[in-house]
């Protein structure tokens, strides 16, 4: 695959899980991290509670893709792969102990 078409498949990917996490998120600020770079690390999406690194391809790294969010995110977010393989569904990888938060979190509230 050229690097302009592959640049262009993870631009769109990036703009796809934007509009995810908007639907999952509704009134929040999401956006590209791409476009609003300032010098400073940013999230491919740029959203509240989560540091997201996307990747998409044929074989995505999974552990280096977390490897890369964690190395990056900033106190206070949690960092996620987003993984998407070709013609798959997207998928999320995250620590077990950021994993058990988030459902610690949950249960905390349905019961309220």
Known sequence: MSGARSRRKGANYERA?????REAM???EVRRGLQYRS????????CPVFWPELKRG????VR????QAR???PKGRVPVAV????RQEPFVALLLDDFLDLVGE???GRSK
């Open 17 to 21: 899980m934007v509009h995810r996490f």
């Open 71 to 73: 190395a990056a995110v």
């Open 64 to 67: 280096a893709a977390l490897r």
């Open 58 to 61: 044929k074989k995505p790294n």
């Open 26 to 28: 509704p009134g929040a």
């Open 39 to 46: 010098g400073d690390e940013v999230a491919d999406v740029d």
């Open 83 to 86: 993984i998407r393989d070709d």
């Open 106 to 108: 949950w249960w905390a």
